[in-house]
């Protein structure tokens, strides 16, 4: 099965077999190493200088992350402003309320661009995500940092992390949480946050689990807080090898990339038109228009049937769109044979 969704997505053999590395616990010291490979692999991903930026190992799918990222880094009686364009930032203004953070919500459609003159001109933290995948639009996070110049951003990077650029110093980041089951191409169970040091000591303690400060002094000391994810670990090792010889982020983007255009090329032969213009999609996943006369279910049925799963719309778009995510191992030919099995049912 060929997996076309934001996540899990397909395995290479690589990762798979890390799967099968030996039992481990984690209070030895096999299990300490591999943690500090994995967060000093984490920095390499964007040459972050270790001296200034740490990554913290979470067990917990992506949103995990993104609420250990809110609830430790927003300080007690400070305000945040959150930029919604989508289902990913709408749960990050729910998240900060839920945990009694003041908010401001910058409420936008799920097709509009960021209309950075909504945004909260007293907020000193602004929460964004990169790549909003209820859409596949990428936000312009260097529009947002310079309508906001007194602001740091706090990003949700879980589905651009490792495929598209990140401006760290240019944007103002404080921080971003990502996810080792999406564009890094390992198995859901790790999350993380990537965080300046000189940050994460001014954390505020909302939540026991998530508290990113509880993490970083553990995991700098070789230890863990909590059981972690230790296949889940093995795993993302495996993946970030694999990231790093292939060529970095930047040919996974243009990898992405080729395939993308592929399919946004086959589909429009098909009369299937792109929800968003290429110039503001991401490389990772793309929205399309379902054609008339064909539901979701009978496209995705039909599609599992030959091997591929595809991702339905949320929400208001629950009945006209479908997606498609071109992470994991998947090579050219997958996305020929993608589109002669969509050739065929449309
Ligand atoms: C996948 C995703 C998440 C996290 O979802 P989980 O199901 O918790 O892994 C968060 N933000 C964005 C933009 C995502 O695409």
Redesign the pocket.
């Known amino acids: 099965m060929k997996l076309l969704n934001?996540?899990p997505v397909t395995l290479s053999e690589r990762v798979r077999h890390a799967l099968l590395r030996e039992d481990l616990c984690h209070r030895e010291p096999e299990f300490t190493e591999l943690q500090q490979r994995i967060r000093a692999a984490l920095l390499n991903v964007y040459d972050l200088d270790p001296a200034e930026w740490t990554a913290i190992l979470l067990t917990g799918?992506?949103?995990?992350a993104?609420e250990a990222m809110l609830s430790s880094l927003v300080p007690t009686n400070g305000r945040l402003a959150v930029v919604a364009n989508g289902v990913?930032g709408e749960?990050m203004a729910r998240i900060a309320e839920t945990y009694g953070i003041g908010t401001a919500h910058a409420a936008h459609g799920w097709t509009e661009a960021i209309d950075v003159s909504r945004l909260d001109a007293d907020a000193r933290q602004i929460a964004v995500?990169q790549?909003?995948?209820t859409t596949g639009r990428l936000n312009d996070l260097n529009a947002v940092a310079t309508a906001a110049l007194d602001a740091r951003l706090l990003i949700?990077a879980?589905?651009s992390f490792g495929a598209e650029a990140i401006d760290f110093e240019g944007c103002r980041i404080d921080a971003l949480a990502g996810?080792a089951n999406?564009c890094l191409h390992g198995v859901?169970g790790t999350s993380f946050v990537i965080a300046r040091r000189a940050v994460i000591e001014r954390t505020a303690a909302r939540t026991v689990y998530l508290n990113l400060a509880t993490y970083l002094t553990a995991q700098d000391a070789g230890s863990t807080p909590f059981t972690q994810s230790v296949q889940s670990f093995y795993a993302l090792d495996a993946a970030l090898a694999e990231l790093a010889e292939t060529g970095g982020w930047q040919r996974r983007r243009e990898h992405y990339r080729r395939l993308m255009h592929r399919v946004r090329d086959g589909l429009a032969a098909l009369g299937i038109e792109p929800l968003l213009p290429d110039g503001e999609s991401s490389c990772v996943l793309n929205a399309f228009h379902l054609p008339k006369d064909l539901g979701y279910a009978a496209l995705h049925d039909h599609l599992k049937r030959a091997g591929y799963v595809i991702y339905a719309g949320q929400g208001e778009f629950a009945q006209s769109i479908f997606r498609i995510a071109v992470m994991g191992a998947l090579v050219d030919d997958d996305i020929e044979r993608l589109l002669g099995t969509i050739r065929s049912i449309v």
């Open positions: 934001p996540g799918s992506g949103t995990a993104v990913y749960r995500v790549h909003e995948t949700d879980v589905s996810t999406k859901p």
